[in-house]
């Protein structure tokens, strides 16, 4: 009987990994659901799993605070939304990266994979590289937005994406900030949407309201103790991280 954790804070979500856990045809069970940290962190210092299939963006915070206070000795396949967090999946037991929405025939190969590691001996390094390997293969087939269109009443002009500085939502609308520090009101809705068009290489969502570009970061300087200010070529005010996202985009922006 393989014991599985289900840490994801959407239910749509936990459903569709209940149903195709359903339909494998091997023996397990599910022995929780769990869509916080906090109670993620509590319930793994105490209970041992086989695998676990973690959200990233939980409702209290990042799911990689539950790996940094617990250590996990089983693998994770990672379900999310967002494909910037894949390096930090190697350095939590990560063994598949599924990006939302997943097909059941993606989740059956993520499984396959924990059946042979579990079924074989296991080699980290080995693990490792071919794990690596795929995900980069998965972000270099993916295509990512060149230019964003612009209506205006005057009629529509493009945008290239190289030469967003950052991307702003303000009381439901999306600005794009160029080079000389103009914005452009986006067709585009919400950041989310944004987001999951960008190159995650290259753009990063330092809090709910903000994406910045990578090649545009000129400082950075320390707001306050678990935020930064980071200036941005060619806008004049400092825009700050979050919290939840300063430890990622530090990591980020030295890669």
């Known amino acids: 009987m393989i014991k599985i954790l289900i840490i994801e804070d959407e239910i749509p979500a936990r459903k569709k990994l209940r149903r195709f856990i359903e339909e494998l045809d091997t023996s397990t069970e599910i022995v929780a659901e769990i869509d916080t940290v906090d109670y993620a962190v509590k319930f793994l210092k105490s209970n041992y799993v086989d695998i676990i299939f973690s959200d990233i963006d939980l409702l209290d915070d990042n799911a990689f605070e539950i790996y940094r206070q617990v250590k996990v000795f089983c693998p994770i396949i990672f ?69 964003f269109t612009i209506n205006t009443s005057q009629g529509i002009y493009f945008l290239d994406t190289e030469n967003i500085i950052f991307f702003a939502a303000n009381e439901g609308v999306v600005f794009a900030y160029d080079i000389t520090g103009k914005k452009h009101l986006l067709t585009e809705s919400t950041l989310k949407e944004i987001e999951e068009q960008l190159n995650p290489l290259d753009f990063f969502r330092i809090n709910r309201s903000e994406i910045i570009c990578k090649k545009y970061v000129e400082k950075m300087e320390r707001y306050t103790k678990n935020t930064l200010a980071v200036k941005i070529k060619g806008y004049e005010n400092y825009l700050k991280t979050s919290q939840n996202n300063t430890a990622a985009f530090r990591e980020w922006i030295e890669k």
């Open 79 to 147: 379900t999310t939304a967002y494909d910037r967090f894949w390096m930090e999946a190697f350095d939590s037991n990560g063994i598949a990266y599924l990006l939302k929405p997943f097909s059941k025939e993606r989740f059956q190969k993520a499984w396959y994979k924990f059946l042979l590691l579990r079924n074989s001996v296991f080699d980290e390094n080995k693990w490792m590289a071919n794990l690596t390997e795929l995900i980069k293969r998965n972000l270099s087939e993916k295509s990512y937005k060149n230019r």
